[in-house]
C-alpha cells in the first residue's frame, strides 16, 4: 500500500511523514484486516468471538465438535476383546442418548474376568484409531479427551441400576430422566456401577454395527495382522502348487474355559447346542458344500488355555490346518497383552475367504456380523452360501451333508441380545 499521498493525514495526532508512523500505520491496519477475517470465520464455524485468541493447538473436528459440549464418562471397560466392544459402543449410544460426548474410555489390556483390582488398562487410542473413529462415526457418536473438560468440578455420578428389579423399561426411563434438565447443566455425568457391557440394551442390531464400523485398528497391530496373513496366504500357494485358493478361518471354542462355560450354558438354557468337540468341528468344516480343496484352514484358538496339544491332527485329504507355531507366527503373537493378541486374530478370521465360528462366542458373532454389514455396503443381495463373497458357517449348528449351517447376520434386529449372548436362531436357515 502507497502511503505517499496521505503524508499529510495525521495518525494518532503524528504526521504521516516519516518511517516510524507508517510502519506504525501498517501494523494497525495488518490487525484490522486480520481481526475483520476471523470475525467472518468464526460466524462460519460458530466459534464465539471472545474464544478467537485461545487456541494453543491445531483445531481438528473431532476436538472442534466436543469443545464446549456435555460428556458422559464410564468405567473402565472389561472382559475379552468383542465384549470390551460391545461394552464400547453400548456406552457411545448412552451417550448419545443423553446428548453427550463419550470420554475416551479405558480398556482392558490383560484377560481376568472377576479380579478387576489386576486389570491391566490401556487406552482406547492404543488400540483403535481416535480420529478415524470420530471421522467416520462425525454427526451419529463421538467420543471427547478428558483436557476438554472446562470445569472438573461440574460432574454428577449416576449409579446404575442392577439386580432383578431392575428392568429394561426402568433402566431407559432413568436415561431419558437424565438426558433432560436439572441433569443436563452438568457439563460431566460420570456413571459408576457394572461393566457397560451389562447393561441393559436399548438398541437395534444396525446402532451398534454403525458404532463398529468406525473402530479401525491403528496401524502397528493392522500390519500385525497383514504378517499372519501373508505367512497364511504364502504357505497356501507353496502348498497348492501356486494356484491361490484363499484361506478358511476357524474360530476353534475348545479351549478349557470355554467348554466348562458352554457345558453350563447347555445345563441352564437346556439347549445341546453350544459345545462342539474337536472331531465335530473338523468333520463339519470338511462338508462344507461347495468348498474348494486342497485349502488352507487358520486355526484361531487362545493355544495357552488348550489341553488337545495335538490341534493339527485328524484333518482330512485337502484341509491343510495351521496355527500360530506351524505359521511361525508365536512370537509375534506373545510380544503383545491378550487384547492385541486378540484383535489380531479377529483381522484374521474377518478378511478370510471363508468364516467357521460357534453361534455362542461373541468373538465369532461380531466377525460374522462384520462379513454380513461389509456384504451389504458392497450391494452384495445373498449372504449365505460358498457362492457368496464371504460366507460364514456356525459349527455347532448342523447343516445340509453334515456340514455347518450358513450364517449371516439379521441385520434388522430389534437389539443385538442374540450376539452378546448366543443363539441357535440364526437368519440363515
Not at 426402568?170 to 457394572?194: C, M, N
Not at 458352554?262 to 462342539?276: A, G, P, T, Y
Not at 439379521?410 to 452378546?420: E, F, G, R, V, Y
Request: glycine share 4%; aromatic share 12%; charged share 25%.
Amino acid at each position: 500500500m502507497d502511503l505517499s499521498k496521505y503524508k499529510h493525514l495525521r495518525f494518532f495526532g503524528l504526521k504521516l511523514n516519516s518511517l516510524a508512523c507508517k510502519c506504525v500505520a501498517l501494523i494497525v491496519i495488518a490487525l484490522i484486516l486480520r481481526a475483520v477475517f476471523l470475525l467472518r470465520f468464526s460466524s462460519f464455524r460458530g466459534i464465539e468471538p471472545n474464544k478467537l485468541f485461545t487456541f494453543n493447538k491445531p483445531l481438528i473436528y473431532s476436538e472442534f465438535h466436543s469443545r464446549n459440549s456435555k460428556f458422559l464418562e464410564v468405567p473402565q471397560i472389561v472382559w475379552g476383546l468383542n465384549n470390551q466392544k460391545i461394552a464400547l459402543a453400548r456406552a457411545c449410544l448412552t451417550a448419545r442418548l443423553l446428548n453427550r460426548t463419550l470420554l475416551m474410555p479405558s480398556l482392558s489390556a490383560s484377560l481376568f474376568y472377576k479380579d478387576v483390582d489386576k486389570l491391566e488398562p490401556i487406552s482406547f487410542d492404543k488400540v483403535f484409531q481416535f480420529e478415524t473413529f470420530n471421522s467416520l462415526c462425525k454427526g451419529f457418536v463421538q467420543l471427547g479427551r478428558y483436557w476438554e473438560i472446562s470445569n472438573r468440578s461440574n460432574v454428577f455420578e449416576l449409579q446404575k441400576g442392577s439386580g432383578r428389579r431392575w428392568t429394561i423399561k426402568k433402566d431407559l426411563d432413568q436415561l431419558r430422566q437424565f438426558s433432560a434438565h436439572p441433569y443436563d447443566d452438568y457439563e460431566v455425568v460420570r456413571i459408576t456401577g457394572k461393566n457397560p457391557f451389562l447393561w441393559h440394551d436399548h438398541w437395534p442390531v444396525k446402532d451398534y454395527s454403525n458404532v463398529f464400523e468406525c473402530l479401525v485398528l491403528v496401524e502397528d497391530i493392522s500390519r500385525q495382522a497383514d504378517k499372519v496373513i501373508s505367512k497364511i496366504r504364502q504357505i497356501g500357494l507353496q502348498e497348492n502348487h501356486n494356484i491361490a485358493t484363499g484361506y478358511v478361518a476357524v474360530h476353534m471354542r475348545i479351549e478349557k474355559d470355554w467348554m466348562i462355560h458352554c457345558k453350563k450354558m447347555e445345563q441352564r438354557s437346556n439347549i445341546s447346542e453350544i459345545c462342539s468337540s474337536k472331531d465335530e468341528i473338523m468333520e463339519r468344516v470338511r462338508n462344507i458344500i461347495g468348498l474348494k480343496k486342497p485349502i488352507t484352514v487358520y486355526i484361531a484358538a487362545a493355544d495357552s488355555l488348550l489341553e488337545d496339544n495335538k490341534i493339527l491332527s485328524g484333518w482330512k485329504e485337502g484341509l491343510l490346518p495351521f496355527e500360530k507355531k506351524k505359521l511361525g507366527v508365536v512370537e509375534l503373537y506373545e510380544k503383545q497383552p491378550y487384547l492385541i493378541q486378540s484383535a489380531i486374530d479377529y483381522e484374521v478370521c474377518f478378511r478370510s475367504n471363508v468364516f467357521v465360528g460357534n453361534t455362542f462366542s461373541t468373538f465369532s458373532s461380531l466377525v460374522v456380523l462384520d462379513r454380513t454389514q461389509k456384504m451389504i455396503n458392497m450391494g452384495v443381495g445373498k449372504h449365505c452360501g460358498i457362492d457368496v463373497m464371504w460366507p460364514s458357517y456356525a459349527y455347532n449348528l448342523l447343516g445340509k451333508s453334515k456340514g455347518p449351517r450358513p450364517w449371516a447376520t439379521n441385520m434388522s434386529d430389534s437389539s443385538l441380545i442374540a450376539i452378546s449372548y448366543g443363539t441357535s436362531h440364526i437368519s440363515c436357515q
